[in-house]
C-alpha cells in the first residue's frame, strides 16, 4: 500500500532530551513537510524539504532539526531546545513545486514527562 | 499577506440535516490553490478536494459539495444529509502557485448528533 507512515504513535520526552520522530512515504513524493498542531489551532509548519539533502526553516522551526538524506524519509528531531515541545506532530508529502497536494501521515503525539 | 478564516470554532447538528462549513481567505495573488481536509479522531488529515483559482465550477462528490467564489473570497464545504462518521475537524487551506507551503485555516469542528 502507498502512503505515509509516522512513528513511534506515542513518544514521552524527559526534560533535557532530544527525541526523533520517524516519518516515511513510499509515494515517490518529492517534497516532504512537518507540522506541529495544538489544541484549537491551525497546523504550523516546522521544516519543509523539497529535493534529497535540501530543506528549508518554517515558521516554527526553533528547537528542532531535520535531515533528508533519502527521498522516502525525513526525520525530525526534537531538540532540548524546544522548550514546550507538547503538541500533535504531522508530517506530509507532495509531489512539490506547482501541484500543491500534500498527503499526511497518522501523526506522533509527543508528552513530556 | 495570506490569510485562511474559519469563523465557525464549533458546529453540532443532528443527523440527516444539511451542514455549511464556511472558508473565507485573503490573498493578492491571481493563481492559487485551495483545500479542504477532514481530521477525524483518529489524527490524520484527509485530503478531501483541491481547487485551483481559475476554477470556479462547484463541485459535488456523493454528500459533499463545495462552492467557490472568487468575489467573495470564499469556497464553503456543505454536507447533506450528515452522518455521524461525518464527526471531525475539518480545515479549509490555500497555496500560492509561487510557494510550497500550504497555510492552514484553524478549523472547524463539526459534531454530528445521532
Known amino acids: 500500500d502507498g502512503g505515509i507512515t509516522q512513528s513511534p504513535k506515542y513518544l514521552f520526552r524527559k526534560e533535557g532530551q532530544n527525541v526523533t520522530l520517524s516519518c516515511e512515504q513510499n509515494l515517490n513524493h518529492d517534497a516532504m513537510y512537518w507540522y506541529r498542531q495544538d489544541p484549537g489551532q491551525g497546523l504550523r509548519l516546522i521544516y519543509y524539504s523539497q529535493i534529497v539533502n535540501d530543506f528549508q526553516k518554517g515558521d516554527i522551526a526553533e528547537g528542532y532539526s531535520v535531515s533528508r538524506e533519502k527521498k522516502e524519509s525525513f526525520p525530525l528531531t526534537v531538540t532540548s531546545a524546544q522548550k514546550n515541545p507538547t503538541a500533535f506532530y504531522l508530517c506530509a508529502s507532495g509531489a512539490g513545486w506547482g501541484v500543491g497536494t500534500q498527503y499526511f501521515g497518522p501523526g506522533t503525539r509527543l508528552l513530556v514527562l | 499577506a495570506q490569510k485562511v478564516t474559519q469563523a465557525q470554532t464549533e458546529i453540532s447538528v443532528v443527523e440527516k440535516e444539511d451542514v455549511t462549513l464556511d472558508c473565507v481567505y485573503e490573498?493578492?495573488?491571481?493563481?492559487?490553490?485551495l483545500f479542504w481536509y477532514k481530521q477525524p479522531p483518529s489524527g490524520e488529515l484527509v485530503f478531501l478536494i483541491r481547487r485551483n483559482s481559475f476554477d470556479e465550477q462547484n463541485e459535488i462528490s456523493g454528500r459533499y459539495s463545495w462552492n467557490f467564489q472568487k468575489s467573495t473570497s470564499s469556497f464553503n464545504f456543505t454536507i447533506t444529509a450528515s452522518q455521524v462518521v461525518d464527526s471531525a475537524v475539518y480545515f479549509c487551506a490555500l497555496r500560492l502557485n509561487r510557494d510550497d507551503k500550504i497555510i492552514f485555516g484553524k478549523g472547524t469542528r463539526l459534531h454530528i448528533l445521532p
Open positions: 490573498t493578492r495573488d491571481t493563481t492559487y490553490y
